[in-house]
């Protein structure tokens, strides 16, 4: 199983930014494919919503609640996936999961939407 591990969230005022990273890692001797990568987020009393991805090429899709503050970008050969945040608001906070479509191929095939454990971004007004 891929591990994605996130990091970078935090307490920031508004109209500040933060840079939030997901590193994706598998056990050792196995095989596997990253394909899309995106980022979801979840505010209290609320559901899990997504936020934006960037396939395997690099084509970037955001949310329309996002799209032109946040940013996100990936580096396929280190299996990583960022998320730049400019012009937070406070209604930006939330705890931010990174997710990715994995194709496994050794030692076993498989094809799985795996999720990080989540970081809280904390906006204060």
């Known amino acids: 199983q891929v591990q994605l591990v996130e990091s970078g969230g935090g307490l920031v005022q508004a109209g500040g930014s933060l840079r939030l990273s997901c590193a994706a890692s598998?056990?050792?001797?196995?095989?596997?494919?990253?394909?899309?990568m995106g980022w979801h987020r979840q505010a209290p009393g609320k559901q899990r919503e997504w936020v934006a991805g960037?396939?395997?090429?690099?084509?970037?899709n955001y949310s329309d609640s996002v799209k032109g503050r946040f940013t996100i970008s990936r580096d396929n050969a280190k299996n990583t996936v960022s998320l730049q945040m400019n012009s937070l608001k406070p209604e930006d906070t939330a705890v931010y999961y990174c997710?990715?479509?994995?194709?496994?191929?050794?030692?076993?095939?498989?094809?799985?939407?795996?999720w990080g454990q989540g970081t809280q971004v904390t906006v204060s007004s």
């Open positions: 960037v396939t395997r090429g690099g084509t970037t």
């Open positions: 997710n990715a479509d994995v194709t496994y191929l050794y030692p076993r095939r498989d094809n799985r939407n795996d």
């Open positions: 598998g056990s050792s001797g196995s095989i596997f494919r990253i394909n899309d």
